[in-house]
């Protein structure tokens, strides 16, 4: 009985990969792709014949096209951001009681905390920042498209069967339970060691799903320095590249150098779990072998997270003060220096786990080297500001948010790298506070801010700005009401990961819930603005929605937008359809 | 080298001379005052080795992106962040010197975007297709994030691309 159930479905697979195949073979036209041995164009078929696109879903399915690949990331961690958002209310529900009343047991909190951290930084965090970097990084270096377009669409099509894979324990699937490692997966909890429910197959589909996400990152990475590289305009030397073109340059780096390690130590945790390897067992390796590798991935994924975002506001945060980027050469070296330098600092995440006093003091060493260059790019945009003629936009308003989360994320840093405060607020709130002004207040506000600021570029039309300003002063006080409560748990002494507390943290709980809860009004506002502004907003009016001209402050991506309008203006005038021309397709987005 | 790196030039690299400063200073302390003492041959290397890697790898970092970035200025045109491919933006130093001049009371300063950008405006600028095209939107954007300069324009100095190094 249960043999042919199994070969019914295999039978049921195969045919299903048949069908897909032979599906892929309908819609595209391999050959046309790579005329190899055609010797050069002779044939009248070039390269990447890419006449126009199919329509519908099998566009989407089939993209090779930067900005498409964009739209795709952000849809994606649109989704991932909602399914993030959401688990984190269950749990700060669940924290306005100091037992576990509301959802009713620990192990379901558990594996929400575990679930939230790695769907808001793989799912969402690397995703967004590949939305921005793969719709703009073309345009405003100049190239035709990112060196490897096929290449860039693997990647993206690599996450979505990551996340179905992360989040594999929350499906109804008999005997899969989530997992509830914490985003660390420190061992020996994570090799499935001891009595604990942690040996689940749940745990070993999260950690393949993460190795899908990090090959994905890496061949993203790959693909962004050949770009830079090698297919920059003429004219956009070193000497010409943006700031964001640098900071996604030196995150590639970073994720070139992080995320083999992440996987590799994922294998060697699988192999611990499925294999009866020691890599982490006590009598092996040992359990801080893991924390090792994993923080050492760990830290510089913390800055690849957040350079592009510094990157996005250095790029914006000057087109609303009506000057240009103060010290714009400080930025620049100071993001390479971050680069570097987050590869030495790793072990400031176990100043606690007893490794020798003397080691540690080294760690703390480059940790406080490591706030300088991050402490200049706050000065140069303070005086970036400073005097200048401030414009309110909503993009600024976000990107002087990310200033100031940013300040006060970064200095509880410096007071953490410093091994005596940190033996005391370790695994406390303190940590969650710090990161979160960090991930939420800084992160997420500039990629807020990238959006409403090239929403007209990528839409052709205007967000609602009422909304959008409600957007950003909810969230400008949840995100202070929530994480300042948890500093002030933290000092506290309200150890993290718990789902229960001592009554005496009740209040100030309650008041994280209660910003947790004005950050999701706001963010159901941005869904709704985005949305509804996409299909209906009214339009775009000139090539220049933001008047970047008056301020001599346009840049290339705007230059492309004008251009765009332009053909597409004559097109329509003239009564024909609109189709490509060579190579710079007239994008059907604005009717979407 | 001696002209890339040049006074300028060494003044943009002292941002990642502060962090190398920082690792020499706990270099030398670890090494002079030895705080906590003990470590055998092979702790010491560890020690220092991890204060030594990042300290070469910026450096060494630095000196390289400082030799492109400061060699590229030298050998052919620097714009402004992001108006590299834009026709007709003026270079770095030609805005820089009309800021000057006009700093020093000069009067007859050209605009160094106003010739060529005006004129790109006037062949490219579409408002006016737009409102056969749309009419009905057509006023609807000038009320939406574009009126939101005269909340803030308060400050009048007008001074602008000054700043960029
Ligand atoms: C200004 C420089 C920074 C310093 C000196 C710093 C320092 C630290 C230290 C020492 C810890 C460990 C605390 C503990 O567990 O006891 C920590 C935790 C953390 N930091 Fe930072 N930090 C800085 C900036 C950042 C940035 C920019 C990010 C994010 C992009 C970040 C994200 C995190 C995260 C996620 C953790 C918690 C990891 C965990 O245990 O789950 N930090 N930080
Ligand atoms: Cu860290």
Same mark, same amino acid.
């Given at each position: ?35 190899? /041995? ?5 044939? /009248? ?39 993030? /958002? ?68 693997? =990647? ?64 993203? =990475? ?16 070193? =000497? ?70 510094? !990157? ?21 070296? +100071? ?65 002087? !948010? ?112 209660? !910003? =947790? ?76 | ?92 130093? #030609?805005?820089? #010197? ?23 405006? +006037? ?43």
């Amino acid at each position: 009985m249960e043999i042919t159930g199994q070969l019914l479905l295999t039978v049921l697979m195969g045919a299903f990969l048949l069908g897909v195949a032979a599906f892929l073979a309908r819609v595209e036209d391999w050959r046309s792709y790579t005329p190899l /041995g055609a010797g050069g164009g002779a044939v /009248g078929e070039s390269g990447y014949g890419h006449s126009e696109k199919p329509a519908g879903l099998i566009r989407w399915f089939t993209t090779v096209d930067h900005k498409d690949i964009g739209l795709l990331y952000g849809a994606y961690a649109t989704v991932a951001f909602v399914v993030g /958002g959401l688990m984190v209310m269950l749990m700060r529900a669940e924290l306005t009681t100091p037992e576990t009343a509301v959802l009713g047991s620990a192990t379901f909190y558990n594996s929400l905390l575990t679930s939230h951290g790695i769907t808001m930084l793989f799912l969402f965090g690397t995703p967004i920042i590949a939305a921005f970097s793969n719709y703009l990084i073309p345009l405003v270096i100049g190239a035709d498209d990112m060196a490897f377009p096929r290449i860039n669409a693997i =990647a993206f099509w690599l996450l979505p069967p990551g996340a179905l894979l992360i989040w594999a324990g929350f499906f109804p699937l008999p005997d899969v339970i989530p997992a509830q490692t914490a985003w660390t997966m420190y061992t020996p909890l994570s090799a499935g060691v001891g009595n604990g429910n942690q040996m689940n197959v749940g745990v070993d589909l999260m950690l393949l799903g993460l190795h899908l996400t990090g090959v994905s990152a890496t061949m993203g =990475a790959i693909n962004f320095i050949a770009t830079i590289f090698t297919e920059r305009a003429e004219e956009v030397t070193w =000497a010409n590249l943006d700031i964001f073109s640098w900071t996604i340059l030196t995150q590639s780096g970073l994720i070139l150098f992080a995320f083999p390690l992440l996987g590799s130590a994922l294998v060697m945790l699988l192999l611990d779990r499925n294999f009866a390897t020691t890599f982490f067992a006590v009598e092996g390796g040992g359990p801080i072998l893991w924390q090792h590798l994993f923080w050492f991935f760990g830290h510089p994924e913390v800055y690849i997270l957040v350079l592009p975002p510094m !990157g996005i506001v250095s790029y914006v945060l000057p087109r609303f003060s009506g000057r240009k980027l103060f010290g714009f050469k400080f930025v620049v070296y +100071s993001t390479l220096a971050i680069g570097v330098l987050s590869f030495g600092v790793w072990a400031h995440h176990m100043f606690a786990t007893g490794i020798d006093p003397r080691l540690r003091a080294s760690f703390m060493a480059v940790s406080l080297a490591i706030a300088i260059p991050s402490a200049v790019k706050t000065f140069n945009w303070i005086t970036t500001m400073w005097n200048g003629k401030l414009r309110l936009t909503t993009p600024m308003l976000f990107c002087i !948010g990310f200033v100031s989360n940013f300040i006060i994320g970064g200095v509880t840093g410096v007071f953490l790298a410093s091994i005596p405060v940190d033996l005391v607020l370790h695994d406390t709130y303190y940590v969650v506070g710090h990161f979160h002004y960090i991930v939420m207040g800084a992160i997420t506000f500039a990629g807020m801010a990238g959006i409403y600021y090239w929403f007209p570029l990528v839409t052709g039309r205007w967000y609602q700005r009422r909304l959008a300003k409600a957007h950003f002063w909810l969230w400008m006080i949840g995100t202070n009401v929530t994480f300042f409560a948890m500093v002030l748990l933290g000092y506290g002494g309200m150890p993290r990961r718990y789902a229960t507390y001592l009554p005496q943290f009740a209040t100030l709980h309650q008041i994280a819930s209660l !910003g =947790a809860f004005l950050l999701l009004v706001g963010g159901i506002i941005w869904i709704y603005n985005v949305a509804v502004s996409w299909i209906e907003g009214p339009r775009v009016q000139s090539g220049d929605p933001w008047r970047l001209d008056e301020t001599d402050l346009n840049t290339a991506e705007w230059d492309w937008f004008e251009a765009k309008r332009e053909t597409s203006l004559a097109a329509t005038d003239g009564g024909e359809d609109v189709t490509a021309d060579g190579g710079q397709e007239i994008e059907d987005d604005t009717a979407e | 080298m001696a002209e890339i790196f040049d006074r300028d030039t060494l003044l943009d690299l002292t941002v990642n001379v502060i962090p190398l400063g920082i690792i020499l200073f706990f270099v030398a302390a670890f090494v002079l005052i030895d705080p906590f003492g003990g470590l055998d041959f092979y702790g010491r290397v560890l020690q220092m080795g991890l204060l030594a890697f990042p300290l070469v790898a910026l450096a060494i970092l630095t000196y390289v992106s400082g030799k492109a970035i400061a060699g590229d200025e030298k050998r052919s045109k620097v714009f402004f962040q992001g108006q590299a491919t834009i026709e007709g933006s003026p270079e770095k130093h #030609e805005v820089e #010197e009309a800021i000057e001049a006009e700093a020093a009371g000069e009067t007859d300063v050209e605009d160094p975007y106003g010739g060529d950008a005006d004129e790109d405006e +006037s062949e490219v600028d579409p408002d006016a297709d737009d409102n056969d095209d749309n009419d009905d939107e057509s006023d609807v954007d000038a009320d939406d994030e574009s009126d939101e300069s005269d909340e803030s324009d308060a400050d009048e100095d007008g001074e602008v691309d000054a700043d960029e190094k």
